[in-house]
């Protein structure tokens, strides 16, 4: 069993920055690939950024509103914690963030490799 729990959300400012953090517990942690996911209100719940168990392989969301250049993610597996640094923050940005582990090693922007969620964190980014 894995649970992950989200933090680092909240209100802030188009142009600002937020650093989410993911603690998991279980051993396992480190064997598998990480993910972030963000849903807005009324859409479906997209992958932002996923990492490799290793870190070596990092995929970034490419679509019209990419966070590729602006966001960040990283982990460190002594610690069972994945980030997502975001910079330069859009009102776009708004929505719940939620962490997930994957079943693969690999990173995988697939919504269905993945078997285990936290809880979602807000971030609201006003104009």
């Known amino acids: 069993q894995v649970q992950l729990v989200e933090s680092g959300g909240g209100l802030v400012q188009a142009g600002d920055s937020l650093r989410l953090s993911c603690a998991a517990s279980?051993?396992?942690?480190?064997?598998?690939?990480m993910g972030w996911f963000r849903q807005a209100p009324g859409k479906e719940r997209e992958c932002v950024a996923a990492i490799s168990w290793s870190a070596t392989n990092i995929y970034y969301a490419d679509y019209a509103d990419s966070v590729n250049g602006r966001f960040t993610i990283s982990r460190d597996n002594a610690k069972n914690t994945v980030y997502l640094q975001m910079n330069s923050l859009k009102p776009e940005d708004t929505a719940v963030y939620y962490c997930?582990?994957?079943?693969?090693?690999?990173?995988?922007?697939?919504?269905?490799?993945?078997?285990?969620w936290g809880q979602g964190t807000q971030v609201t980014v006003s104009s």
């Open positions: 279980g051993r396992t942690f480190s064997n598998y690939a």
């Open positions: 997930a582990k994957a079943r693969v090693t690999r990173a995988t922007m697939t919504t269905s490799d993945y078997d285990y």
